[in-house]
């Protein structure tokens, strides 16, 4: 009985999935702004045949016998095969895509799953080169999860997952070939490098005019520097010159003989010297006035006063004694003083 009822059961499992194909997904690669056909693969629809067409869980195409194909949108089509056409690929058409086919009787025959992801196609690849540094450069401007390759010849040189390489080269003689390429497209480009002794010349040249101008410059500026620095020491020492030959002439002419009076008359002397920086002008000395002439030489003609009266003048007048008159002589002698009362 065990064995009858086992062997039931397989022959049950074995029935309910006659004709169906895996549902393992596949990816599917797509150019932006291209079409696309997803395709049934090695499985052939029937006339009375479902055949339902879903972007997730959103129905974007069925087809069924005796009724009129459904489309989600314009950019949806269903071919004489059953296969589903996407027109001009969009970023947001990305995503996984399922194809399920319904028998007469209403069981599912395929469950298909197709992964679509989309991929910008590159652009023609361009070279171009520096004969004073002997680099070469590849670029390309378009393109996703491009594989940038440049050859000399028949020999790959380098590779990168980028959208340029830069190369130093050595050898001129064999062609220069820049390839990109992703999933959904490829391009290359081949050129000859020519740098001739001309060229490389004609940039040395210009790197040493250029070279001897900034040296030019630098020592033109360097010269200016100096000179002015020595010119601004000068006028500081023409400066300090100017102040000491007024304080010179004083000391050799000696201290002025005049009274407080003259001094007030006089208040050019008494200013303070004008500061650094000032320009002063050093005449020659002035004549006196005749006033100020008189007024000396009486004071030179007058003698010095003695001591006494000196200290005299200083204090206040003393009290002069009284002088006793003196008696008369009788002959010739002195008489005796009469006595006291």
């Known amino acids: 009985m065990r064995c009858e009822f086992l062997a039931g059961f397989l022959l049950l499992f074995s029935i309910s999935n006659k004709g169906t ?6 990816i599917i690669w797509g150019a932006l702004g291209h079409d696309i056909n997803l395709t049934i693969p090695n499985f052939q629809v029937t006339d009375t045949d ?3 067409w879903e972007k997730g ?8 016998k005796e009724m009129k194909p459904f489309l989600l949108s314009e950019a949806f089509e269903i071919l004489t095969n059953e296969t589903l056409r996407i027109k001009k690929l969009k970023r947001d058409d990305n995503g996984t895509y399922n194809v399920i086919v319904y028998g007469a009787n209403g069981s599912s ?7 679509l992801r989309i991929l910008e196609r590159v652009s023609k690849p361009e070279i171009y080169w520096e004969c004073s540094n002997t680099t070469l450069t590849c670029e390309v401007e378009k393109g996703t999860d491009l594989e940038l390759k440049l050859y000399r010849g028949k020999k790959l040189l ?3 997952h980028q959208k340029i390489i830069r190369y130093t080269w050595t050898n001129l003689n064999v062609p220069f070939k820049c390839s990109a390429k992703n999933k959904v497209s490829e391009e290359s480009f081949t050129t000859t490098i020519s740098c001739s002794e001309k060229d490389l010349h004609f940039y040395v040249i210009v790197g040493a005019c250029a070279g001897g101008v900034l040296l030019v410059v630098l020592g033109a500026l360097l010269v200016f520097c100096v000179c002015k620095r020595k010119k601004k020491n000068r006028k500081r020492k023409d400066e300090e010159l100017e102040i000491k030959a007024p304080r010179m002439s004083s000391v050799e002419r000696g201290p002025p003989h005049s009274t407080p009076a003259t001094a007030s008359q006089n208040p050019v002397v008494s200013q303070a010297p004008p500061p650094p920086g000032h320009h002063l002008q050093t005449p020659g000395p002035r004549p006196l006035p005749p006033s100020h002439r008189t007024r000396e030489q009486q004071q030179r003609k007058r003698p010095p006063p003695s001591g006494t009266q000196a200290h005299q003048q200083k204090g206040p007048p003393l009290p002069r004694p009284r002088v006793q008159p003196k008696p008369p002589c009788r002959g010739g002698e002195d008489a005796p003083l009469p006595p006291p009362n």
């Open 109 to 115: 025959k395929l469950q298909k799953a197709f992964d």
């Open 57 to 64: 869980r959103t129905l974007v195409a069925q087809l069924k």
């Open 158 to 160: 380098t590779s990168l």
């Open 21 to 26: 194909v895996s549902g393992d997904s596949s």
């Open 50 to 52: 479902e055949v339902r």
